[in-house]
DNA sequence: CAAAAAGTTTACGTTTACGTAAACGGAATA
DNA sequence: TATTCCGTTTACGTAAACGTAAACTTTTTG
């Protein structure tokens, strides 16, 4: 039987987050431990929502932002409307992230030119010092 | 002859962000206008930087890892050891950024998945309307 | 059973990235 | 000439995302 919770310690040391930083996110109401008394119990759901929080925040996305796409995988009952509205969202993220995608290419294009470069001024030191 | 200089303003409208920005963007010294009076004036290389962080921003980038990629582009002299330190720099950033590609394409992913059960519950309601 | 370890709440502190307002100086325009 | 539109400096304010410390329970362990 697998374990169905966690200690706000365990997710912490998982995730390489502090405590503080997961009861900050419940405080936000990204999360919603369970209680044993006054203890956090956190459920897989939980432990789910925190891994999409930190992939959010790898890419520069705030706590609200992360919020709002949880929210659209969590689609609840709606109306035709209401995806209408999912939609839009979905197509403004993908949006962003496209151009997320074409920042993080040219950013490693030139990446790849600096060390071009790099390694011809190492080489050039290297024949200064080997005539 | 191209416009050698660019007023607060003229960038400010340019790249869609407020002169405050730009005025703490170069007390950070990330930016080095040149100045006619109390006028600042930037040149290209200064309009280029600014690209450069805005880019970086909208990739989750601080203003101080931007600042870290710029100095990157920007060589100045540099033996072996700064050049090898250098190398390290790029590596590192290559693989935050190989990360976040893997990252966004799986939110894209995700994205995509939404996008279908959305579409496919409209599908049904529309159904439910016309029978 | 006593001490250490892990949990809790409350609350103030910190850094980043600007916003906003005050108070002022030239230049262009009605 | 008066007003308006840039521009400037100085300075305090703010939101986000936690860090840190105090003061206190609860659990675990030697």
Known sequence: MPATHYRISELASEF????????????????????????????????????????????GLSLDESREIIEMYEPGQSNVE????????????????????????????ELDDVERRCRRSLAALEEDNHP
């Open 16 to 59: 390489d987050i502090t405590p503080r930083t997961i009861r900050f996110y419940e405080e936000k109401g990204l999360l919603n431990p369970e209680r044993d008394g006054q203890t956090r119990l956190f459920r897989p759901a939980d432990r789910v929502r925190l891994a999409l929080i930190l992939r959010g925040k790898r890419c």
């Open 82 to 109: 209401q995806l209408h509205s999912l939609l839009d969202k979905v197509r403004e993220r993908r949006d962003v992230l496209t151009a997320q995608l074409a920042d993080i290419k040219d950013m490693m294009q």
